[in-house]
């Protein structure tokens, strides 16, 4: 072949400039839907009309992945390669450089695949980067910019965590019977008793130091009183049971890296018992056992002396060969030789005197399915409200971060090499702002809980408990019996064969709307004719059961259940 000929050949193959195809990659970071605001079909609806408006050809369909890019291991990221390693498609169309990749392995098969020429252009809305020196080095730099956030971010985290745990709040998901506060502000949340589980886990760890009931008894009895993980909401097995007994986060304080903090959340059980449990767990002692066991035993005082009132079991032998078993409670000093004017009072008329308070908490059952609609209608109108403010805020943070990143794009840029269109100190006052603005709106993410309804099934806890805690403590046992009045009263004193107590808040304000909501009922709607949108307006509208006429329950019941146990109950009880 002529010189001539060579050139002509040359020539002729430069007319055919190679044509771009392109595969659309889009991801977000968590595999949860509600943990990620920007979602794909967002990225997607971003994306097709640049890809309309520029011409560019795709190729299938948009590739979509729920994965975090923090670590290799990518299936539909390496899907990506290798469509581009098969020569399918030369070009990458994405939303941002950091949705490609965020470590360095990833980012290193992207930068080989454009210096083996099989990828020619990595393609965002905002910037473009082509196969050369220049932008690949700027694309590297991008990905390993959104790496040291992740770096920096993790460091950040295991320091605040190692904080917190000096602080005494245990940096992780609460135990059964506690629950974190995720009301509190970002930095001050901490980790309290919850308000129906925790009087339950005590029932518990008492049946356990009986030393009478194996771990598989243990937990059938947590499955019966409803106990369950705080962790996935499931029943707890065999091995939880095990981490439970041993777990020194009930005794106030907790383990975080190897070693043990005192917490300043409350204990379950002290220190004595808790020892006592570890022999029982290891079969070196059966624990202690009770020939008898009374409801209100030990909890109440005398009205007189203020000892403390114990109850007692006598059994009467007659001539006739029967016998007749007495239970009754009494005042301690009598049993001490000392004075005490107080009468012994039979067990069964002391437990009916609570147990005729409790039918005065009974809410009409149809009533009480209204009350459970009205509080679906708030948890619902809650949820949308904390969807939009997440979305909106989430909606700032992006605008500011692509700012963030054309900011910086524009000071590397080699047109401002001289820092005409960007110098130094408008650099750094710009970058300045934006952090600032970046750094609010992330604590102000940080702060939105999307799963906040905890309070929305405290409420039904408390509804629950009102229908069925009468014909409970009539039926039940006496550690349900116990239970039952500690959450209903405190202060119980027995003066004159009569017990007095004080209702816990709650009550008082629950027996105040029960009569108002009967008293309206019977008055307004006919007993035949009863009107079902009538009585949910009944319990939607009274002051009494919501903080406004708007169905807001959160007055009613962040005021009344944060310091007080409530006792939940299945329906069939």
């Known amino acids: 072949m002529k010189l001539s000929e060579h050139n002509n050949t040359n020539n002729s193959t430069e007319q055919y400039p190679i044509i771009n195809r392109y595969v659309v990659y889009c991801r977000k970071s968590s ?24 011409g560019l050809q795709i190729v299938g369909e948009p590739l979509q992945e729920s994965k975090s890019a923090k670590i290799p291991g990518r299936p539909v990221f390496d899907q990506l390669i290798q469509i581009i390693e098969d020569g399918k498609a030369n070009g990458i169309l994405l939303l941002n450089p950091s949705r490609l990749s965020r470590n360095t392995v990833d980012t290193g098969r992207i930068i080989y695949l454009m210096d083996q020429e099989k990828l020619q252009e990595v393609v965002t809305p905002y910037q473009t980067f082509k196969n050369n020196p220049y932008d690949k080095f700027m694309l590297n730099l991008l990905c390993t910019q959104a790496k040291l956030e992740n770096d920096n971010k993790s460091v950040n985290v295991k320091e605040s965590l190692k904080l917190k745990a000096e602080r005494g709040t245990f940096p992780g998901k609460a135990r059964p019977g506690y629950i974190n506060n995720h009301e509190k502000p970002q930095g001050l949340r901490d980790i309290s008793a919850h308000p129906v589980y925790f009087s339950l886990m005590r029932k518990l760890f008492d049946l356990a130091l009986t030393g009478n009931y194996s771990i598989e008894r243990l937990v059938k009895e947590a499955g019966n009183l409803g106990i369950r993980s705080s962790k996935s909401g499931k029943p707890i097995c065999k091995s939880w049971m095990h981490r439970i007994l041993r777990d020194p986060f009930y005794t106030g304080r907790f383990i975080y890296g190897g ?42 005082k005398c009205g007189e002396c203020q ?7 006598h059994t009467r032998r007659y001539k006739n060969g029967t016998s007749q078993v007495f239970a ?3 005042c301690t000093k009598k049993g001490l030789d000392k004075k005490c004017n107080q009468p012994y009072l039979a067990a069964a008329k002391l437990e009916g005197q609570f147990g005729d308070e409790l ?3 009974e809410l009409i059952p149809k009533f009480a399915e209204f009350a459970f609609e009205a509080l679906e209608i708030v948890k619902e109108t809650d949820s949308n409200v904390t969807k939009g403010s997440q979305e909106a805020l989430q909606t700032a943070l992006d605008g500011v971060n692509k700012r963030i990143n054309n900011l910086v794009a524009l000071k590397i840029s080699p047109d401002n090499s001289d820092g005409i269109l960007l110098s130094d100190t408008e650099f750094a006052d710009r970058k300045r702002a934006l952090v600032f603005e970046k750094e609010k709106l992330t604590q102000q993410l940080a702060q939105i809980d999307p799963n906040n309804s905890e309070w929305a099934e405290i409420a039904k806890d408390s ?74 307006e009944n319990f939607s509208k009274s002051p009494l059961w919501c903080g406004r006429e708007d169905l807001n329950l959160h007055a009613l019941t962040n005021t009344c259940t944060s310091s007080m146990p ?8």
């Open 359 to 361: 039918t005065q908490l």
């Open 307 to 313: 000892y403390c009132v114990t109850a007692e079991k």
């Open 463 to 536: 509804f629950d408990f009102a229908l069925f805690a009468a014909k409970r403590f009539k039926k039940g046992d006496p550690d349900d019996k116990k239970v039952i009045f500690k959450t209903v009263g405190s202060n119980p004193i027995l003066l004159d064969q009569k017990l007095q107590f004080q209702l816990r808040y709650l009550f008082i304000r629950y027996k105040e709307g029960i009569k108002a909501t009967n008293d309206k009922i019977n008055r307004l709607v006919p007993t035949n004719e009863s009107s079902n949108q009538a009585n949910l």
């Open 566 to 573: 409530v006792y939940h109950f299945s329906t069939s009880a």
């Open 31 to 54: 595999e949860s839907d509600e943990r990620q605001i920007q979602s794909l079909n967002d990225q997607i609806s971003t994306l097709m009309p640049f890809v309309a408006s520029h």
């Open 259 to 300: 070693k043990l903090y005192q917490g300043n959340h409350p204990a379950v059980i002290n220190d004595e018992e808790f020892n006592l449990l570890q022999d029982i767990v290891e079969g070196r002692t059966k624990g202690r056992q009770q020939k008898h066991s009374f409801a209100l035993n030990g909890i109440i």
């Open 328 to 330: 009754y409670y009494h």
